[in-house]
């Protein structure tokens, strides 16, 4: 699926498993628009990029740390995105994808699920 999560110990309260799950739906739509993009660009003539490009959202729970663990795609990829002396001009297709409005009410919607859980997890009985 494209998320890690850390745990550390405690196991799943309504929110956590609730805030789980919407890191795995963020993580799907991330991996949905960053395909968008790369076409919407034209940034793809064999269709490998768009293919082959996968992100891992993350967090570690011991470390209350959000990561992108992996942004995985072709050798390429970074070159297209940011541009180089011969391929002009960058396509800046993650900065594109980070800004799209779907991608940031998932971010929204995880952060909500985020701060629900942290707030449930301060009356916690240990």
């Known amino acids: 699926m494209g998320v890690t999560v850390t745990d550390s110990g405690g196991g799943l309260s ?15 739509s991330l991996n949905a628009q960053i395909k968008k993009t790369i076409i919407q660009v ?3 003539d064999t269709g490998r990029m768009k293919n082959n490009t996968k992100v891992k959202l993350g967090y570690d729970f011991a470390k209350d740390a959000f990561t ?3 942004v995985n795609s072709t050798f390429y990829y970074v070159f297209v995105d940011k541009g180089t002396i011969h391929i002009k001009p960058p396509r800046d297709i993650t900065d594109k ?3 799209k409005e ?3 009410l998932s971010l929204d919607k995880l952060y909500d699920k985020w701060i629900d ?4 997890r301060q009356f916690e009985t240990n």
């Open 14 to 28: 309504a929110s956590k498993s609730a805030f789980i799950s919407q890191l795995g739906g963020t993580t799907r």
């Open 42 to 44: 034209k940034a793809v």
């Open 68 to 70: 992108i663990t992996t």
């Open 97 to 99: 994808t980070l800004n």
């Open 102 to 104: 779907v991608v940031q």
């Open 117 to 120: 859980y942290m707030i449930d």
